[in-house]
């Protein structure tokens, strides 16, 4: 695949981001995503009395609903569904409102590419307009491994489509968080890949997608910042 990409991006170059908090009226907390032309809308409610059967009660319960564009929800929906709620209960702290579920619905608005990156992105907003405690903020990328082995990031869905392999990472946020205690872990909370990659291949998407953090973190938690003087929803 030649990697002269749409609006002449280099490999390691990203889309614009943006994200807004407190764009729904009735939920508790709400958020917009945008990664280019992909964006996702992210509503929190909660948290409720009382958890879900089978979870348990001495911490709090994540329900996430995902919501696609038109249609029912599919196969790669439901792991993205999936993957989603196992990357918000490692962010939140489940301990601070134990016996309670708290609902994340995610609307898939238009999805040109990295879809999941921008929907954990858009969940963290919304967390953070709800006031829901985390450890620290999600930070999400989606790395993809061309035919020559070379590898670009935050793919638009056309280059998903021609790749040959690609593999979603997301990691803590490395940099101070909302709150000045933010943590600065800096391992793996996710992993998701499809398409065939080497050993090799993967380290060298975790490098590339490690590179990229810093950037995306700061753009995420400065305009979560601009957007609440109270800062009051991210804890250390």
């Known amino acids: 695949m030649d990697l002269e990409r749409e609006g002449g991006r280099g490999a390691n170059q990203l889309r614009p981001l943006d994200c807004s908090r407190n764009v729904l009226n009735r939920a508790h907390g709400s958020g917009s995503c945008s990664h280019g032309e992909t964006r996702v809308l992210a509503a929190v409610y909660g948290p409720k009395a009382g958890t879900k059967k089978n979870e348990n009660p001495e911490k709090a ?20 569904e999936m993957i989603l709620k196992r990357t918000l209960q490692n962010i939140c702290l489940l301990t601070a409102h ?30 953070v307009d709800a006031g829901i405690p985390l450890k620290y903020l999600a930070v999400a990328i989606c790395c993809c491994l061309v035919e020559n082995g070379r590898i670009i990031l935050d793919p638009n869905k056309m280059e998903e489509q021609r790749m ?14 909302v709150l000045p205690e933010g943590s600065k872990e800096d391992g793996i909370i996710t992993s998701l890949s499809h398409g065939v990659m080497t050993v090799d291949d993967y ?12 950037p995306l973190s700061n753009i995420l938690t400065k305009k979560l910042q601009s957007q609440s003087p109270s800062n009051q929803s991210v804890a250390g």
């Open 61 to 80: 319960c994540l329900e996430v609903i995902w919501k696609p564009k038109i249609g029912q929800i599919g196969k790669a929906d439901k792991e993205f």
């Open 98 to 127: 134990p016996n309670t579920t708290t609902s994340i619905i995610i609307q898939v608005v238009h999805d040109d590419g990295s879809l999941l990156p921008c929907a954990i992105h858009a969940a963290c907003t919304a967390l």
């Open 164 to 177: 040959k392999a690609l593999v979603h990472l997301v990691f803590p946020s490395p940099v101070q968080s």
């Open 203 to 214: 380290f060298q998407c975790v490098k590339h997608g490690r590179a990229a953090v810093a």
